[in-house]
Nanobody
């Protein structure tokens, strides 16, 4: 059974850092483009970042460019999202998802994790 599991969320002060992990089971992660999305209360789901399955190209939303870094460790079948210089507006549930092609549109993605909460607050 194809499954994605996120971890690493939590409470952090503004300016702090977190690293989210997206672990795959039931399939080989590097066959897919992997995206990170977030959804804050009362807001639509937003594409944050993705990493290509073909050449490792990375994509970022303007709101996180320069602060977040996506990477993959194929040996661990895991994709990471390193989040630095966190702001209160980064507070959301973060999801990882798998797709055949990369992009920041959620409609591209067929497989989704359950999400992990990130709260940025002093």
């Amino acid at each position: 059974q194809l499954q994605l599991v996120e971890s690493g969320g939590g409470l952090v002060q503004p300016g702090g850092s977190l690293r989210l992990s997206c672990a795959a089971s039931g399939f080989t992660l590097d066959y897919y483009a992997i995206g990170w999305f977030r959804q804050a209360p009362g807001k639509e789901r937003e594409g944050v970042s993705c990493i290509s399955n073909s050449d490792g190209s990375t994509y970022y939303a303007d709101s996180v460019k320069g602060r977040f870094t996506i990477s993959r460790d194929n040996a661990k079948n895991t994709v990471y999202l390193q989040m630095n210089s966190l702001k209160p507006e980064d507070t959301a549930v973060y999801y990882c998802a798998a797709a055949d092609i990369p992009g920041l549109g959620s409609n591209l993605y067929d497989y989704w994790g359950q999400g992990t909460q990130v709260t940025v607050s002093s």
